[in-house]
């Protein structure tokens, strides 16, 4: 059992989720020409270092939950292997895939989640937000497996002031599920559209779509008003009214827009690309979160990382902030009978790689 001073340093990092000038999180997907499917996010958070790693988890490795009172709840093994993109601590698994092709990702969801109350009679079978996806990749083969493992779980904050959140899970079929727990019960959505932020809930940012029905791609056509002849300054003005803020309102509908527009390509790979240039247009720099009077924090983005799964091969791509060089995990290469737990930082350097041109 780990020290209670090692678990209220657990707490402290959590916490900060809550308090947060920015936490946000858009999440896209794409399908290639040859039916690969590749979904992709990015992970915000405006007040600190997330002190980010990516996780090796072979199957039969055990952890157990946090609960309030510390590390006391849910035992669980892993079924099947994984690999997981973790914030905070190793066992916050935010992002992942586990060699089935299940993926499954957390997003930020203040305001509109309620979590059952912690019952310490149920602590046996409570887990924490945090460790949902850990649990889940490490059992399930499909989103319809998650749906019946969650429906015998209590989902539980550690610390009961801290933000809920919701999740999405995809699995090699390409369906695609939301799960949102209000009300303190769990709800989930078909999600056909592919994308995900943050508050309010999914079923709402759909609807807020038909407010978005006149965009449309290309150029608008030149008309007249009156005797006063009308045209557009430029390409793009079929998206005249498109909301340009970090809201995640605003960031669902850019979403949206822009992977319902985007080419369709021919590979796996080519995708994965695609979803990388898309998000580099929800890439939030530091100081337009912080409230004005207040010191932004010394880090060099409050988009801390993006990744993008290839589905069909098992391969995980992400950068990060500190290095935008794309890096990839292949979970075929892995023997998850064989491999030994690693959890290792996603920057070993803190430092953008600058390619000198040199002319002869």
Known sequence: MRSFSFFISVITGYML????????????????QDDAT??????????????????????????????????DGMLFTARYGYVGLAVEQKEFIVEGINETGLSAGLFYFPGYGEYEKYDKKQRDNSISDFQLVSWLLGKCATVED??????DVHVINIDPRAST??????????????????????HFHENKLGVLTNSPGFEWHLTNLNNYVSL???????RQLGNVDLSSFGVGSGFWGIPGDITPPSRFVRAAFYQATAPQKSTALETVLQCFQILNNFDI????????GKTPVDIPSATQWTSATDMRNRIIYFRTMYDSTIRSIDLRTIDFSTVTYRAEPMDAVKQQKIEAVEIQ
């Not at 720099?285 to 004005?292: K, N, V, Y």
Request: with cysteine; aromatic share 8%.
């Open 17 to 32: 989720w809550s308090i947060s000038p920015l936490q946000a999180c858009t999440g896209i997907t794409l399908k290639s």
């Open 38 to 71: 590749i979904v992709a996010r990015t992970i915000e958070w405006g007040g600190s270092n997330l002190n980010s790693r990516y996780v090796i988890v072979p199957r039969g490795y055990s952890e157990q939950s946090y609960t309030p009172d510390g590390q």
């Open 146 to 151: 998650v749906k019946k493992a969650v429906a």
């Open 165 to 186: 959140v919701h999740w999405r899970f995809i699995d090699i079929t390409g369906r695609q599920l939301v799960l949102e727990i209000t009300g303190r019960k769990a």
């Open 216 to 222: 449309y791609p290309g150029m608008t056509q030149p």
């Open 285 to 292: 720099p530091i100081g337009m979160e912080t409230s004005e």
